[in-house]
């Protein structure tokens, strides 16, 4: 099987059955973009493969991940403050809290003792959002970023608006098209690094597929 991809984004393909035993071939693409404070996100000059934890064969919505660390309003240790993002409709919060410890003294017994107030706290996996029950994200929607960056207290961007569509030739020349959908959005704040992934899957015949084609456009405002 051939491909073309006509696009600056990774692509892969392959073919996969459902649960009635129908098949159908996956098309993903993958394109790696700068976050640039207050415009859409940019095109990366160096794009990366797709991973073998990103080839499944479908998602139920948009999983929407962001690695980052929590900063403080202004740089000031609190003992407590708010972080988040919001990427069009969909919302995902979070509050940091500095740590405390177990004590123990003969006249109260075991107790917390205060909380000490942080300027900065990692936040591993706390901020991800999985597709389950939401919508797919359509790919103009505006990121807000709540006290996840060092110097932009709200740091917002938008996602860039592209049209990808992918079209298979079957083995007697027949073809066919498919617009993929946005389902992966990571986005790696400390590198100001977003990777989005689109994925299809359309219909296999009889005829199989002899080559697929990838191609992508912007939509009108």
């Avoid at 099987?1 to 993903?28: G, R």
């Avoid at 990366?48 to 934890?53: G, K, N, P, R, T």
């Avoid at 609190?78 to 003969?106: I, K, L, Q």
């Avoid at 960056?149 to 066919?176: C, I, K, Q, S």
Wanted: charged share 20%.
């Amino acid at each position: 099987m051939k491909t073309c991809n006509k696009t600056p984004l990774a692509l892969s393909t392959f073919s996969s059955v459902d649960l009635e035993d129908e098949p159908f071939q996956v098309v993903i693409a993958k394109g790696v973009f700068d976050i640039v404070p207050g415009a859409p996100l940019a095109l990366a000059s160096t794009q990366e493969v797709i991973a073998l934890d990103e080839a499944v064969p479908f998602k139920i919505g948009t999983d929407i991940l962001c690695q980052a660390t929590a900063y403080a309003p202004g740089g000031v240790p609190v003992p407590s403050f708010r972080v988040g993002w919001a990427v069009g409709a969909s919302t995902r919060h979070h509050t940091v809290t500095g740590p405390r410890a177990r004590v123990y003294t003969p006249l109260l017994g075991w107790s917390l003792s205060p909380i000490v107030p942080v300027r900065r706290a990692p936040l591993g996996d706390a901020l991800a959002r999985e597709g389950e029950g939401y919508r797919y994200l359509r790919g103009d929607e505006e990121v807000i970023l709540e006290n996840l960056h060092p110097e932009y207290p709200r740091l917002t961007f938008r996602l860039p608006n592209l049209l990808v569509a992918t079209a298979l030739v079957d083995r007697v020349g027949f073809r066919y098209g498919s617009p993929l959908r946005l389902d992966t959005l990571s986005i790696d704040v400390e590198r100001m690094r977003a990777v989005l992934v689109w994925r299809a899957s359309p219909p296999l015949y009889k005829d199989g597929v002899a080559r697929v084609d990838l191609a992508m456009q912007r939509r009108a405002s």
